[in-house]
């Protein structure tokens, strides 16, 4: 998976509790990105980023901060974990827009 | 509102067959349309990709058809195999936005 780590996996927590997914690169890309994926809906984009500390909203960015300290780092955290943030949420890093490069994914249950 | 509309949702096709998954979107700014394959627990790779400069691509078995005037786009797989049976997204970004706006998945299923 190109050099992309996700943790953890999987993950089940509690409505109401605090969240943070970690993406971890060694490709030292410069774009960072979180999407979830739902069925019905294919991918979509919570957050990114554009280098250290630069970062912006993506379309479903409602619940959901990031945070990118390092370049080969971006946290995805939910402050308060709801049943609607239950979803497969996959990072992707890329250089530029030719060819996005997909981590394995995180299983996030909210129960 | 999705901007890159995907149908459809699912696809059974018989091994030998063509597969066509078909995609439209509005914002005529969009200026780069790849196709994306993804296998169960995997997450998607790139699998071919056109700008609109040109109306079709091709790559072995795999085809893009891109209609400027109509903005749709479509992928068709020639010889369908079994191990084409995956989840295939298409997507559209905009030149100097490094952001993609994904359509909704087609999930194909080719049958032996």
């Known amino acids: 998976d190109a050099g992309i780590t996700q943790s953890p996996r999987h993950k089940v927590t509690e409505t109401g509790t605090p969240v943070t997914l970690r993406c971890h690169q060694t490709e030292n890309h410069r774009y960072m990105y979180w999407y979830r994926q739902d069925p019905g809906h294919g991918l979509r984009l919570i957050h990114y980023s554009y280098g250290v500390k630069d970062t912006d909203k993506g379309e479903v960015s409602d619940g959901y901060s990031v945070s990118r300290s390092k370049t080969e780092d971006f946290l995805l955290t939910l402050e308060s974990a709801t049943s609607s943030q239950t979803s497969v949420y996959f990072c992707?890093?890329?250089?530029?827009?030719?060819?996005?490069?997909f981590g394995p994914g995180t299983r996030l249950t909210v129960t | 509102q999705q901007q890159v509309k995907q149908s459809p949702q699912s696809l059974i096709v018989q091994k030998g067959g063509i597969s066509i998954i078909n995609c439209a979107y509005e914002?005529?700014?969009?200026?780069?349309f790849p196709w994306y394959q993804q296998f169960p627990g995997k997450g998607p790779a790139l699998l071919i990709a056109i700008r609109p400069d040109v109306s079709e691509k091709k790559e072995g078995r795999f085809t893009i058809s891109f209609n400027k005037s109509a903005k749709q786009f479509s992928l068709h797989i020639m010889d369908s195999q079994p191990g084409d049976s995956a989840t295939y997204f298409c997507a559209a970004s905009i030149n100097n936005f490094n952001k993609f706006y994904f359509g909704s998945g087609t999930k194909l299923n080719v049958k032996p």
């Open positions: 992707a890093i890329s250089e530029s827009r030719i060819e996005q490069y």
């Open positions: 914002n005529t700014a969009f200026d780069y």
